[in-house]
């Protein structure tokens, strides 16, 4: 009785050994006696006993973050980069066979071609054309890893630290640019009220009258205000006529 019991849980165990359930994102590997015989799955898989044995493979999206790495750019300014890789297995059998970890040799694959792709550009660039960055990386560590059945579908650059000095210079050069387009904006304003004065004064000197409209204008504008002392000056043009009368009765009786 005791070996038909021990028969029977040996049997148990080799049925419960030969018989796998994967899910809808599972793959299966099995390999028989060492041998490749293929991806099974998903749904109920049936092995071998002590024959068959399986390597499961997830075929989800696999976020990777790349940890900082430290960097020299081009113009020799040292930066922290860091980032984040989506992959995912396309073919499982490749992604077992052809690499010992695949998700260990993609990070490493990451890490140095963030730093190689990272030292050949400035840091105007890893600031301002990091879209064209992400490509460039997503592009290179797809190459790579396509041999082993990993697809790279994104690559973005998180966090990039400068040093603290930098970034004090890289504020000085911002002010300085606002400053000189404050300075460009105003000389432009300028030059724009200095045509419309030349203008101005080319349509007085046709219209002598105008300065006369002009000043009682003035006046107005002025005495509106309810002001007990009232400062004006006083037109050229209204005492010019008394000024050459006076110097002409001068010349006369001299």
Do not use: H
Not at 60 to 72: F, G, S
Not at 82 to 97: G, K, S, T
Not at 169 to 184: P, S
Not at 223 to 236: A, C
């Amino acid at each position: 009785m005791t070996f038909l019991i021990a028969l029977a849980a040996v049997a148990l165990i080799l049925i419960g050994s030969a018989v796998r359930v994967l899910r809808e994102y599972e793959r299966g590997v099995v390999f028989r006696l060492g041998r490749l015989v293929g991806a099974r799955g998903p749904g109920l898989v049936l092995l071998v006993p002590i024959i068959d044995r399986m390597v499961s493979v997830d075929l989800r999206t696999v976020t990777l973050n790349v940890p900082p790495q430290e960097v020299i750019t081009r113009d020799n300014v040292p930066v922290s980069v860091n980032a984040v890789c989506y992959f995912r297995v396309v073919d499982p059998v490749n992604a077992i066979v052809q690499v010992e970890a695949y998700r260990e040799a993609t990070s490493q694959i990451a890490q140095t071609t963030l730093r190689a792709v990272v030292g050949r550009a400035e840091l105007d660039e890893l600031l301002s054309q990091r879209e064209r960055l992400n490509a460039e990386l997503q592009r290179i560590i797809d190459e790579q890893t396509e041999p082993w059945g990993v697809k790279v579908t994104t690559v973005e650059i998180k966090d990039v630290e400068i040093p603290k000095n930098m970034q004090r210079a890289m504020a000085r050069q911002a002010e300085a640019e606002r400053e000189r387009r404050a300075k460009i904006i105003t000389a432009e304003g300028e030059f724009q009220a200095s045509e419309r004065l030349a203008q101005a004064a080319e349509r007085i000197a046709r219209e002598p009258v105008a300065i006369q409209l002009r000043y009682l204008q003035t006046m107005l504008e002025v005495g509106s205000e309810r002001n007990t002392v009232m400062v004006f000056p006083l037109p050229i043009d209204i005492v010019r006529p008394f000024l050459e009368r006076a110097t002409a009765e001068t010349r006369a009786q001299s």
